[in-house]
């Protein structure tokens, strides 16, 4: 039975609340303005205001530079002075090291920077070396982690020279040419070419009006307005509808090269290095070693029957993906039976809402990590949203909470946010529905972490000992030679508030805008599976079909967003503390994941961190949030059937356009 509080506690407990979210959202600012602004390797320009930059061609591929020799890169210009001033200061601001001379003398010598970040100013006087008539200004940048950025003041109130277009750009053995405002929204040539959503609706109207007019007669026949479509009210057909749909995408995915998803090649040579070495691969061996070994060490002891590079690899490798994609579907449909209880068009709903997600759909036809990773971290989730809200959180259901998280953290490290987040959560849990004090509570809930640990902590303990780090990721390893970026290597608050580029681009949207990025990798294979060309794409998915899924799923995204808000407002009311607890973990795990897919983006300035996949283990929570608001206004639409009608009409319309972009 649900726990029931007298009210000073169901007060204090929804202050405590608050008081988490309050300080989870100024940790999260904290963190922001240290990357942004403190960071010795911040990348953030702010506006972007006052920028330059070499004008060199944006690419979808990385920039490799040894590390011992990083790209130098002169900005030029010449300007005259009718007179000499008797202060003519030169600040300078550059995320890499920079040097200066005006007329050939050294005016700021490359010395360690003052302070920290790209906002760091370097500064040195340059009267003593300017002169009447003509003057050349150099600025000299060394920057192998990005492009090289420069924003430059010269001049004491009024400036003499400020940086602009103006500037040349010089390097040896190039030609000169003109610097370019700092621009982090340019596209790669090679990405265009994908029609616009209005052109892609003319060209498929055919498909479109179909798919519309049998979704209308549908939707009618289910409201009973020309007739009656029956509705299943047993979930044997919508399992057995599910099992069909995913049926289909298997065997759509067994015919794809083993190697094709995001990193693919990658990934597959890591399943290979385990099957030839037998043993963990160092970070430095390939671009992807770096990650923990479990869904690799899986493919590889499924793959040891067939051996490498054989008809039945890429059938093989396809397994874990896809059996995944499966258990997110499974999990939708009993997170939402946790949260509310014999509300089956809820759980029917939210396993129908996972079973259509294209970001799962895409992501379970690839070679990745990600699913498995996704599946792990949301199997843990959903059995600790069952322990707090039905109060049956015995030490073995905490012990196998952990090691979840463990095995999810030993696929890859993203659910280490996750552990204490659970764990704090249980610990609440004792504390103020049973009672107990805060430091039993919290020896009581230390299984969590505890079994976490045990299951992943040698993969770390190895790194730390090996390479002095327990964390590594490819951007940084230790001893490494080649330093690497991709574009745009630098961002600006405009590419955190922009939105709508997926009207008119719909394809590489990281490029434009982190939220056309995510919304454009959760609709659509909107990175097409990780190839660098849009002229390139392969042909399993009929991607102009596909650009549709994006303006119809606008209002689907609105329902996710408000269900959201929903049950963020029962986590604070009620009076089953289990189940606001639940609630509460839910939208904290969401929010926890969905900052460390921004702040990723920050710390990796590439277009291809803006992608939805990275947050797959909170697809399950965002489907049952989708499920309570559609089933919520469903039920409110029940006086006026017309407009119901025609709110399932479109949502058979999104199914329909979703099932064959991708299988048909």
């Known amino acids: 039975m649900p726990s029931q509080e007298p009210t000073p506690a169901l007060a204090g407990a929804t202050r405590l609340q608050i008081a988490g979210f309050a300080l989870l959202l100024v940790a999260m600012l904290v963190v ?38 990083p790209p130098a890169t002169d ?21 890499g090291r920079v040097e200066a001379w005006l007329n050939d003398a050294l ?64 390097r040896p053995g190039e030609r000169s040419r003109a610097a370019i405002a700092a621009d982090d929204t340019r596209r790669a040539a090679v990405t265009y070419g994908a029609r616009s959503v209005p052109a892609a609706a003319a060209a498929s109207r055919g ?87 479990l869904f690799y060490a899986l493919g590889a002891l499924l793959l040891a029957p067939f051996g ?12 874990l993906p896809l059996a995944s994609g499966v258990a997110q579907i499974a999990l939708a449909a009993v997170l939402a039976d946790v949260l509310f209880p014999n509300d089956r068009a809820k759980r029917v709903l939210a396993a129908l809402a996972a079973a259509l997600a294209p970001v799962q759909i895409y992501m379970a036809s690839y070679l990745s990590n990600e699913l498995l990773h996704a599946a792990l971290a949301a199997a843990a989730l959903v059995w600790a949203c069952r322990l707090l809200a039905r109060g049956t959180a015995g030490s073995a259901s905490l012990w196998g909470v952990g090691a979840l998280l463990g ?16 764990a704090l959560f249980a610990t609440a849990r004792f ?81 434009e805008s982190f939220w056309d990025g995510i919304y454009a990798t959760f609709w659509i294979d909107g990175l097409i599976g990780g190839i660098a060309r849009w002229s390139a794409r392969h042909g399993a998915f009929d991607y102009g079909l596909m650009t549709l899924i994006l303006p119809l799923a606008l209002p689907a995204t609105l329902m996710m967003l408000g269900g959201g808000v929903q049950l963020i407002g029962q986590s604070l009311r009620g009076p089953d503390l289990g189940r606001r607890g639940a609630l509460a973990l839910c939208a904290t795990s969401v929010f926890v994941t969905g900052f460390a897919m921004l702040y990723m983006t920050l710390r990796l300035p590439a277009y291809s961190m803006a992608k939805a996949s990275y947050g797959l283990s909170m697809l399950v929570p965002c489907c049952v949030a989708f499920a309570h608001a559609s089933v919520e206004l469903d039920r409110r639409l029940a006086p006026r059937p017309w407009l119901r009608g025609a709110v399932r009409a479109w949502a058979l319309t999104l199914a329909g356009v979703i099932l064959f972009s991708f299988l048909g």
């Open 32 to 69: 922001t303005l240290h990357t942004t602004c403190v960071s010795p390797r911040s990348t953030f320009l702010g506006s972007g205001s006052g920028w330059i930059a070499a004008p060199d061609p944006v690419s979808t591929g990385t920039v490799a530079h040894p590390v011992a020799r």
């Open 75 to 95: 900005f030029v210009r010449h300007f005259t002075l009718d007179a000499v001033p008797a202060e003519l200061p030169l600040e300078l601001r550059s995320p």
């Open 107 to 170: 005016v700021v010598p490359q010395d360690p920077p003052a302070g920290p970040g790209p906002w760091r100013t370097r500064s040195g006087e340059a009267a003593s070396a300017a002169r009447t008539g003509a003057n050349t200004l150099r600025v000299r940048v060394v920057h192998g982690r990005g492009p090289a950025l420069l924003q430059l003041r010269l001049g004491a109130g009024e400036p003499v020279v400020e940086s602009d277009v103006n500037f040349v750009v010089e």
């Open 207 to 293: 498909a479109l009006f179909g798919l519309l007019g049998v979704a209308v007669l549908l939707a009618v026949g289910s409201l009973g307005l020309l007739g009656r479509v029956p509705v299943p009210r047993s979930d044997v057909p919508w399992i057995a509808g599910i099992a069909a749909i995913w049926g289909l995408v298997f065997w759509q995915a067994i015919g794809l090269p083993a190697y094709l998803g995001y990193d693919g090649p990658d990934h597959l040579a890591y399943v290979h290095f385990l099957l030839h070495e037998g043993r963990l691969p160092d970070p430095a061996d390939g671009a992807m070693m770096y990650h923990p070994p």
């Open 308 to 319: 490498a590079g054989g008809v039945a690899e890429p059938i093989v490798l396809r397994i």
């Open 407 to 422: 095995a999810s953290v030993l696929t890859k490290v993203s659910s280490l946010l996750l552990v204490p987040v659970v």
């Open 431 to 511: 504390a103020l529905v049973d009672g107990r004090s805060w430091l039993r509570a919290a020896w009581q809930a230390a299984p969590v972490p505890v079994a976490a640990a045990l299951v992943c902590s040698g993969f770390f303990v190895r790194n730390a000992i090996a390479y002095g780090r327990p964390v590594i990721g490819n951007w940084d390893l230790p001893g490494g030679q080649i330093a690497w970026w991709q574009p745009p290597g630098f961002h600006t608050l405009a590419y955190y508030t922009s939105f709508g580029t997926w009207w008119s681009r719909p394809y590489f949207a990281g490029f």
